[in-house]
């Protein structure tokens, strides 16, 4: 199984980005998908994820700038917009076995490489 970002970014503040992510092995209809982060010198954390029925989580920090949505059973975007410097890490695409989105990290089986985004004026 292999889930595969889109290519990130650098941008300004304020500025908005898409990413996406594309998987590929297994179908994840019927699962929850999201996405998850690492700035530097942090810990990872969650970011958004999208349930098979569309019942959406968000992190604190990213609620309403940040929009999950699935376009089909293996892709997920992010939307990103008024971006921030404090939202510079490296992205990851996640995928679980079961249809509920979650924050537990542990929950989601598969995950994929990463993609950087940089916030920087």
């Known amino acids: 199984v292999q889930l595969v970002e889109s290519q990130g970014g650098f941008v300004q503040p304020g500025d908005s980005l898409r990413v996406s992510c594309t998987a590929s092995?297994?179908?994840?209809?019927?699962?929850?998908m999201g996405w998850f982060r690492r700035a530097p010198g942090r810990e990872r954390e969650f970011v958004a994820a999208?349930?098979?029925?569309?019942?959406r989580l968000y992190a604190d920090s990213v609620k309403n700038r940040f929009t999950i949505s699935r376009d089909s059973a293996n892709t997920v975007s992010l939307q990103m917009d008024n971006l921030k410097p404090e939202d510079t890490a490296v992205y990851y695409c996640?995928?679980?076995?079961?249809?509920?989105?979650?924050?537990?990290?542990?929950?989601?089986?598969?995950w994929g490489q990463g993609t950087q985004v940089t916030v920087s004026s």
């Open positions: 092995g297994r179908t994840f209809s019927g699962d929850a």
């Open positions: 999208i349930s098979w029925r569309r019942f």
């Open positions: 996640v995928g679980s076995t079961g249809s509920s989105a979650s924050r537990n990290d542990k929950d989601y089986v598969y």
